[in-house]
């Protein structure tokens, strides 16, 4: 193999090896225990509710469920640093979002993170996250540490949600691949609740019953 190659070859695998060695390195130190997998009720489920505004209410706290597990609390960080496992440990290695929610100079997302999920050599990590648009929460969705009632409160602002109106939070939600990447968070991790089918019907409903809050 001529040298250049060889080089390439290297400048490929390199980071990859490296990030799998760091993380295996911070999971061997902590090794969370596994989350159980928990069952989504369909939106379905509540129309027995015949008070709307209780309606609405208990579909955003079933989709809770999905918006308060780690999958989706790693990316969504009160800090500017992600977080990571069932537990929320600190990202190893050290990174932050930096402006534009993609890392910073030197050490972008990218460095590790691919446009799928990567297999590893090891058991402890099997795998490193991926999607085409891996990226960290903007600051204004921070959600860590936060109540449910304000999380819901947060979705519903335009300030605080990217400028979506609840046509495009449903579309968020329903179909985004970053978000349904928590549904195939690949080897070694616990999946959110149902599916994303399940997960996009509940905020449906939720936005059509009023988009109520609830009040913690």
């Known amino acids: 193999?001529?040298?250049?190659?060889?080089?390439?070859?290297?400048?490929?695998?390199?980071?990859?090896?490296?990030?799998?060695?760091?993380?295996?390195?911070?999971?061997?130190?902590?090794?969370?225990?596994?989350?159980?997998?928990?069952?989504?009720?369909?939106?379905?489920?509540?129309?027995?509710?015949?008070?709307?505004?209780?309606?609405?209410?208990?579909?955003?706290?079933?989709?809770?469920?999905?918006?308060?597990?780690?999958?989706c609390l790693n990316c969504h960080p009160v800090e500017r640093s992600p977080t990571q496992g069932d537990d929320l440990h600190p990202h190893v290695p050290e990174v932050a979002g930096g402006p534009a929610n993609h890392g910073l100079p030197g050490m972008p997302c990218n460095s590790c993170h691919g446009k799928v999920n990567s297999m590893t050599l090891g058991d402890t990590v099997r795998s490193i996250p991926g999607d085409g648009h891996w990226a960290l929460a903007p600051a204004s969705m921070a959600w860590q540490g936060k109540s449910l009632g304000e999380i819901c409160e947060q979705l519903k602002d335009l300030k605080r949600n990217g400028n979506r109106d609840l046509a495009k939070i449903s579309h968020h939600m329903g179909t985004d691949t970053l978000v349904g990447w928590a549904w195939n968070p690949g080897a070694g991790r616990t999946p959110a609740p149902g599916t994303q089918k399940q997960f996009g019907a509940l905020i449906d409903a939720w936005i059509a019953s009023g988009a109520a809050c609830p009040k913690a």
């Open 1 to 71: 193999m001529k040298a250049d190659a060889i080089l390439a070859v290297g400048i490929v695998v390199a980071p990859l090896v490296l990030c799998a060695a760091v993380a295996w390195a911070q999971e061997s130190a902590t090794k969370p225990s596994a989350m159980p997998v928990v069952p989504l009720k369909a939106a379905s489920d509540f129309e027995s509710i015949t008070d709307q505004g209780k309606r609405s209410i208990a579909l955003f706290e079933e989709a809770g469920k999905v918006l308060q597990h780690p999958r």
